[in-house]
């Protein structure tokens, strides 16, 4: 049944109307020509070729990194993600663990605040104490209840609730707004876990489009009109091709079309299954390569990564394709 338009209907949606109105400029009003540079996000010098002027990739906008599964996207963005925390006493990491537990994402976090500042215990070994499975010793607590530390970690917000990313909710901008920053990198962990919002019932493709597009919408709104700077971290599992060559989004033929940048995340070589003593294994190589296949405001780029042994961490992450040094297109941890 519909609801009848009524008088004070018709004067809401014209006072809407001449609101948008407003909002169509012409450049040649003053006011247009005066905008500022958008500047990339601090970050260490580990990560600093990533910014490069050919690059400006860890900057506001909305960023999807892809990549097959246990290939090391959450780890990889988590990284990234507190690596701007370290260098941005103002910035908030706002992290929706869709497919982690908050228990395991709280850990793997914890861990990589610790590692990022070099004080991670190690055995007698060199390996380092890996957080998914030990537990926090009271060296640790101690370290991890200290001012400093603390106000990392305060910080540092984590949510397993789809809500806020269902369109048709339109809460996104709320739970952004609770962690009370300007500042703000966003990870979602990952696209195929949005919530199906009811849009296009019969079609998962486009209820993922729909996702994709809202969340842009959302990201653009809060960095053009509400003066934040917003990182939006988008993670999405790819398919690889039956050659093995190339890789496919899953479940959106939207992403790379919404995106402001892309990245792909493969297996530098495949798993391969290893007899042992105890049967067949299958090994993994640490070792991945990094493709920037989009961005909007600057070049593509292949990167070098390397999987740490001992703990999920990324030690060194280097440019394939570089024009530069060597000293200065390699990090180490």
Same mark, same amino acid.
């Given at each position: 049944?519909?609801?009848?338009?009524?008088?004070?209907?018709?004067?809401?949606? +014209?006072?809407?109307t001449?609101?948008?109105? =407003? $909002?169509i400029?012409?450049?040649?009003?003053?006011?247009?020509?005066?905008?500022?540079?958008?500047?990339?996000?601090?970050?260490?010098?580990?990560? !600093?070729f990533l910014?490069?002027?050919?690059?400006?990739?860890?900057?506001?906008? %909305?960023?999807i &990194?892809?990549g097959?599964?246990?290939?090391? +996207?959450?780890?990889?963005?988590? $990284?990234?993600?507190?690596?701007?925390?370290?260098?941005?006493?103002?910035?908030?990491?706002?992290?929706?663990?869709?497919?982690?537990?908050?228990?395991?994402?709280?850990?793997?976090?914890? @861990?990589?605040?610790?590692?990022?500042?070099?004080?991670?215990? @190690?055995?007698? +070994?060199?390996r380092?104490?890996?957080?998914?499975?030990?537990?926090? @010793?009271?060296? *640790?607590?101690?370290?991890?209840?200290?001012? !400093?530390? =603390?106000? &990392?970690?305060?910080?540092?917000?984590?949510?397993?609730?789809?809500?806020?990313?269902?369109?048709?909710?339109?809460?996104?901008?709320?739970?952004?707004?609770?962690?009370?920053? $300007?500042?703000? &990198?966003?990870?979602?962990?990952?696209l195929?876990?949005?919530? +199906?919002?009811?849009?296009?019932?019969?079609?998962?493709? !486009?209820?993922?489009?729909?996702?994709?597009?809202?969340?842009?919408?959302q990201?653009?709104?809060?960095?053009?009109?509400?003066?934040?700077?917003?990182?939006?971290?988008? *993670?999405?599992?790819?398919?690889?091709?039956?050659?093995?060559?190339t890789?496919?989004?899953? !479940?959106?033929?939207?992403?790379?079309?919404?995106?402001?940048?892309? *990245?792909v995340?493969?297996?530098?070589?495949q798993?391969?299954? $290893?007899s042992?003593?105890r049967?067949?294994?299958?090994?993994?190589?640490?070792?991945?390569?990094?493709r920037?296949?989009?961005?909007?405001?600057?070049?593509?780029a %292949?990167? =070098?990564?390397?999987? @740490?042994?001992?703990?999920?961490?990324?030690?060194e992450?280097?440019?394939?394709?570089?024009?530069? %040094?060597?000293? %200065?297109?390699?990090?180490?941890?």
């Amino acid at each position: 049944m519909k609801r009848p338009v009524t008088d004070d209907h018709i004067i809401e949606q +014209k006072k809407v109307t001449i609101d948008r109105l =407003q $909002q169509i400029t012409h450049l040649g009003d003053h006011e247009a020509l005066l905008f500022e540079e958008i500047k990339p996000f601090t970050i260490s010098k580990r990560l !600093e070729f990533l910014n490069l002027p050919e690059y400006r990739l860890l900057r506001p906008g %909305t960023t999807i &990194i892809g990549g097959e599964a246990s290939s090391g +996207k959450t780890t990889l963005s988590l $990284q990234i993600a507190v690596d701007i925390l370290l260098h941005n006493p103002k910035a908030q990491l706002l992290f929706f663990s869709l497919d982690e537990s908050h228990t395991r994402a709280k850990r793997k976090l914890i @861990s990589l605040v610790l590692a990022m500042q070099n004080l991670l215990p @190690s055995d007698k +070994k060199n390996r380092r104490f890996n957080l998914a499975y030990e537990p926090l @010793s009271s060296d *640790l607590q101690d370290i991890l209840a200290s001012p !400093e530390q =603390q106000a &990392i970690l305060k910080r540092i917000h984590i949510s397993d609730d789809a809500y806020f990313l269902d369109p048709i909710n339109d809460a996104f901008i709320n739970a952004v707004a609770h962690v009370s920053s $300007q500042e703000v &990198i966003i990870i979602i962990d990952y696209l195929q876990l949005l919530p +199906k919002s009811g849009l296009y019932n019969s079609n998962l493709r !486009e209820n993922f489009n729909a996702s994709l597009a809202y969340l842009k919408q959302q990201v653009n709104r809060l960095n053009n009109h509400m003066q934040a700077r917003v990182l939006l971290l988008l *993670l999405s599992q790819v398919s690889r091709s039956n050659s093995g060559s190339t890789f496919a989004f899953r !479940e959106t033929s939207e992403i790379e079309n919404i995106a402001d940048s892309a *990245l792909v995340l493969e297996y530098a070589s495949q798993p391969k299954s $290893q007899s042992t003593g105890r049967g067949k294994e299958k090994i993994i190589s640490q070792a991945r390569t990094l493709r920037l296949v989009k961005n909007k405001d600057g070049a593509k780029a %292949t990167f =070098q990564a390397i999987m @740490s042994p001992d703990i999920p961490f990324f030690h060194e992450i280097y440019l394939t394709n570089q024009r530069f %040094t060597h000293e %200065t297109s390699i990090f180490r941890v």
